[in-house]
């Protein structure tokens, strides 16, 4: 279904610190299939898009996100941009990339 999409829709509240830092599986699932994606403004999605430049951070206003979308509909040059960043960022977005940063980081605290 998400491979069908349009635009991916990825915007959290900031209820608790966990939402505050976390970044959200269908953050990946978008990049995965290559579609943009609505970004809530919290730090680790503005981090994430500003490096690879795969959706739109944008508040949680009405008027933001109908702005927002309505600026991919008429840049079909953006909308395309975005989908090839997220789709180079899938190559290195995932936990077979993870998993040796995090052997790393074991190696270096023994």
């Known amino acids: 279904i998400t491979a069908n999409a349009w635009l991916g829709y990825n915007l959290l509240e900031n209820i608790s610190l966990s939402y505050y830092y976390s970044l959200s599986n269908k953050t990946f699932d978008y990049m995965h299939a290559g579609i ?20 739109v951070v944008t508040s949680l206003n009405a008027k933001s996100i109908i702005s927002t979308i309505a600026d991919l ?16 960022a899938s190559k290195v977005m995932v936990w077979e990339e993870e998993a040796k940063k995090l052997e790393q980081l074991m190696k270096q605290l023994r």
């Open 36 to 55: 943009p994606q609505l970004m809530s403004d919290l730090p680790e999605y503005v981090n994430l898009n500003s490096k690879w430049k795969c959706g």
């Open 73 to 88: 509909l008429n840049q079909p040059d953006l909308y395309a941009s975005l989908c090839n960043h997220a789709l180079m």
